[in-house]
């Protein structure tokens, strides 16, 4: 259990250091450690979108999935602030899908157990 806590952690600190943005993610009891390299997208509060801290349009993620899957494919992690509206999170999601990802995934908190 505690080498869980300390994957979550760890992949949790890489979250906030990659995306560059500040946001308070929603909560979840089954969230769990992505393993391999992620290609991390950030969603602010007011909807803008981020790649390496550098703010993009909705019609860059699709290349930049392709871009970096261009090899191997490398899953999706969306970091989305949890005021952000669900038609823009899709909208985020099925850019990175008609790019060709294959597993798109997004990032919460641990809820401690809380109901």
Request: proline content about 3%.
């Amino acid at each position: 259990m505690v080498f869980i806590l300390l994957i979550f952690f760890v992949v949790t600190t890489v979250f906030v250091k990659e995306t560059g943005i500040e946001l308070e993610r929603p909560t979840s009891q089954s969230n769990a450690a992505i393993e391999g390299e992620n290609i991390l997208f950030a969603i602010d509060e007011q909807g803008r979108i981020y790649f390496e801290s550098e703010q993009i349009e909705l019609s860059e993620v699709g290349l930049i999935v392709r871009r970096l899957s261009s090899r191997e494919p490398r899953p999706v992690v969306i970091v989305a602030d949890r005021t952000v509206t669900t038609d823009e999170l899709v909208k985020v999601i099925d850019e990175a899908t008609l790019a060709g990802a294959l597993s798109i995934s997004i990032a919460t908190n641990q809820n401690g157990g809380q109901p």
